[in-house]
């Protein structure tokens, strides 16, 4: 059966607003890498509020794998902590390579045990060194060891994330790398991005994605060892599906994450405009469950059993609410579930 997750951004709850979020994340970081307890902390009371909120509504969707809540910016989360402990350039001290969003993750957890009697089966996210390299002030001009350190404190917020409790396990991980394919990288080859992308998974033992916004990339993590999962944006960029093959999977002994509903909300603001709808309901923003079960079997049909996930396709985390973005994982969960049942 394919696995049902989400790629990890969501909408803030109504209750904390962005500027109390991103004011204090640093703070709940340096808490968490250094033993503290954050709900015990009056500070971090707007960081740990958010993710337990959004993790509650995301676990309410009913996916299969749930990716922790991500509502910093996806390059700052990484950036700044591995600019602020670094040991050698952008080589991060690795004390300080955590996601304090796992540390509510832990605890909210131990309440879906005992709801539920099961495991919580996560998901953790983390920057891609590629990514956050176009972040330095050497641009597109690549030093390849600058990039390996970036890759190694990749690696170490990815090993620091691999939870396995009673509670808990990370199931899978993902390297977030969508400006690769996009860009023209400078100073090198082909096989230092490889390195880069292997060095960032190395000895990571869960199922590893790499999270694509043009599968015209694929060349590098088909060549890469520790990358078992291509994520394709098959609703918001249905050209996706033209650029790789399931023979091209099965060769490299690959499978795929199809993102099946489209999350492209500005484009869908920006249609309901036109038709004069200045505030449409969630129920109008999110893709009908009969629009995403006919992406998915279409995805389907072409790749068989080497569609390993499927869920939405990234950017939940710009809707206008939680409400709008959780019914989109529940259509998804039910559109992928009666497609499956037939």
């Not at 597109?140 to 509670?167: C, D, I, P, Q, W």
């Not at 650029?243 to 603001?269: M, N, Q, W």
Request: charged share 30%.
């Amino acid at each position: 059966m394919v696995i049902i997750d989400d790629i990890g951004s969501f909408p803030l709850p109504a209750s904390v607003s962005r500027e109390e979020f991103n004011g204090v994340y640093l703070d709940a970081l340096a808490a968490f890498a250094e033993g503290k307890r954050l709900e015990e902390e009056p500070r971090l009371k707007p960081f740990y509020s958010a993710v337990s909120s959004s993790l509650r509504a995301k676990l309410e969707a009913q996916l299969d794998v749930v990716t922790y809540p991500q509502h910093f910016d996806m390059h700052r989360q990484f950036m700044e902590p591995i600019e602020r402990y670094q040991r050698e350039p952008f080589l991060i001290e690795e004390k300080y390579a955590v996601i304090p969003e796992l540390y509510v993750v832990e605890r909210e957890a131990e309440r879906y045990y005992e709801e539920r009697g099961e495991r919580l089966r996560l998901r953790v996210c983390v920057t891609g060194a590629i990514e956050l390299y176009l972040k330095t002030p050497f641009g597109f001009n690549v030093y390849e060891e600058v990039l390996m350190n970036m890759a190694r404190s990749v690696n170490a917020f990815l090993r620091n994330s691999l939870l396995n409790t009673k509670h808990v396990v990370t199931e899978v991980v993902s390297i977030d790398e969508p400006s690769l394919g996009f860009v023209d990288l400078l100073n090198i080859e082909k096989e230092g991005i490889i390195r880069a992308l292997e060095e960032s998974v190395r000895g990571i033992n869960a199922k590893v994605q790499i999270h694509l916004h043009t599968l015209k990339a694929a060349e590098y993590p088909l060549e890469a060892n520790g990358i078992h999962i291509l994520t394709g944006e098959f609703a918001s960029s249905p050209e996706n599906i033209n650029f790789i093959s399931k023979r091209e999977l099965e060769s490299s002994d690959k499978f795929l994450r199809g993102g099946v509903a489209s999350t492209s909300i500005d484009r869908k603001l920006g249609s309901f405009v036109e038709r004069g709808i200045k505030h449409p309901t969630p129920e109008q923003l999110a893709d009908s469950v009969d629009e995403i079960k006919a992406i998915y079997l279409r995805l389907k049909g072409r790749f068989g059993e080497r569609m390993l996930f499927a869920g939405p396709d990234c950017g939940l985390g710009s809707w206008p609410s939680q409400e709008a973005a959780q019914l989109v994982l529940k259509r998804t969960v039910r559109a992928i579930r009666e497609a499956e049942n037939g």
